[in-house]
């Protein structure tokens, strides 16, 4: 088989695998309780703009937050899970208001906290 009817074929079995939905991933890794909304507050996380040369940074710290979150929530550590996720809605909406904006907005990942933080009180 020749080089371009070998690429050709590539081609064609990639657009099929996307359009089977094997294309990237979402995010959705938490598993166990309030895991539908860790795994949106990770998706609105993933989504957002961040700004400014900390850019990755920033992302990645409130990655990080959430991570340390969904471990107290394993621990049956609620209220210490709770302070977690309300330190990232902090730090979103600090990085949104500041007079140099680090987040272009805020509200999609304030909201995904707040269903999570009303999952988690309900544990």
Excluded: W
């Amino acid at each position: 088989m020749g080089f371009i009817a070998r690429h050709a074929i590539t081609g064609a079995l990639l657009t099929t695998l996307c359009a089977f939905g094997a294309g990237p991933a979402a995010a959705s890794h938490y598993t166990g309780s309030c895991s539908t909304e860790l795994n949106a507050v990770e998706t609105a996380i993933d989504d957002a703009v961040f700004l400014g040369k900390k850019a990755g940074t920033d992302e990645s710290n409130l990655d990080a937050k959430l991570d340390a979150a969904a471990a107290k929530i394993a621990l049956q550590k609620h209220s210490d899970a709770i302070d977690k996720l309300e330190n990232i809605s902090d730090t979103a909406t600090a990085l949104a208001g500041a007079p140099k904006p680090k987040l272009d907005d805020a509200t999609g990942i304030n909201g995904a906290v707040s269903a999570a933080i009303t999952c988690v009180g309900g544990l």
